[in-house]
C-alpha cells in the first residue's frame, strides 16, 4: 500500500510540474541579447540613446521580452513623474500668465500618461498585451501636445523640450517592447 502511494504522489506531482512549464509563456524561457535590444532601439528616433536608457537599468540584462517591456515602463513612469513635477514647480515660479497656461496644461498631460503608464503596468502584469496598445499611444499623444503647445509659441526660458523628447523616447520604447509581446 505504501509503494502504491508513493507512486501515485509522485506521478501527481510531476502532472503538476508539467501543467506549470506549460503555462509559462514562450517568452520567458528566452533571456534577451544586446542584439535584441538593439533591434527595439532601431525603431525608435535615437537608438544610441534608447539602447542607454535600458543599459542605466540593470534588469535588462538577463531578462525576457515581458522583463524588457516591465524596465520601459518603470524608466518611462520615472521621467514622466520627473518631468510632471518639474511643470508644477515651473507653474509655481513664474509670474508669465503665458507661460503657466502652457506648463498648467503640460502638467496635465503628464499626470494623463503616468495614469496611461501605470495601466500599462497592470497590464503587463495580467498578460493583457493587447490592450496595452491603445494606452501607450495615449501617453505618446500627451506628450505630443505638450511638445505643440511650445512649439507654437517657442516661450520656454528653461529649454524644457529636451525633457519631453527624453519622455517620448522612453513612451516608444514602452511601445515596442510591448509590440513584441503581442506577436
Given at each position: 500500500m505504501a509503494s502504491f502511494l508513493h507512486v501515485s504522489i509522485s506521478s501527481v506531482l510531476?502532472?503538476?510540474?508539467?501543467?506549470?512549464?506549460?503555462?509559462?509563456?514562450?517568452?520567458?524561457?528566452?533571456?534577451?541579447?544586446?542584439?535584441?535590444?538593439i533591434h527595439i532601439c532601431s525603431k525608435t528616433q535615437n537608438a544610441s540613446e534608447c539602447l542607454n536608457q535600458f543599459k542605466s537599468d540593470s534588469r535588462s540584462l538577463n531578462t525576457d521580452e515581458k522583463g524588457i517591456a516591465e524596465v520601459?515602463?518603470?524608466?518611462?513612469?520615472?521621467?514622466?513623474?520627473?518631468?510632471?513635477?518639474?511643470?508644477?514647480?515651473?507653474?509655481r515660479d513664474t509670474k508669465d500668465s503665458k507661460l503657466q497656461e502652457k506648463y498648467i496644461a503640460c502638467s496635465k498631460n503628464y499626470n494623463d500618461a503616468i495614469r496611461d503608464?501605470?495601466?500599462?503596468?497592470?497590464?503587463?502584469?495580467?498578460?493583457?498585451?493587447?490592450?496595452?496598445?491603445?494606452?501607450?499611444?495615449?501617453?505618446?499623444?500627451?506628450?505630443?501636445?505638450?511638445i505643440s503647445a511650445?512649439?507654437?509659441?517657442?516661450?520656454?526660458?528653461?529649454?524644457?523640450?529636451?525633457?519631453?523628447?527624453?519622455?517620448k523616447l522612453l513612451s516608444y520604447m514602452v511601445k515596442f517592447t510591448t509590440d513584441r509581446l503581442v506577436k
Open positions: 510531476i502532472s503538476m510540474a508539467l501543467i506549470f512549464l506549460s503555462v509559462i509563456p514562450s517568452s520567458m524561457c528566452n533571456p534577451l541579447k544586446e542584439n535584441d535590444l520601459a515602463v518603470d524608466l518611462a513612469l520615472n521621467k514622466a513623474n520627473e518631468v510632471h513635477n518639474q511643470y508644477n514647480q515651473l507653474y503608464l501605470q495601466l500599462v503596468k497592470k497590464l503587463l502584469d495580467i498578460n493583457r498585451y493587447k490592450l496595452i496598445h491603445v494606452e501607450i499611444n495615449d501617453a505618446l499623444q500627451e506628450v505630443i501636445n505638450c511650445f512649439k507654437r509659441e517657442p516661450i520656454d526660458p528653461v529649454q524644457i523640450d529636451y525633457q519631453n523628447e527624453e519622455f
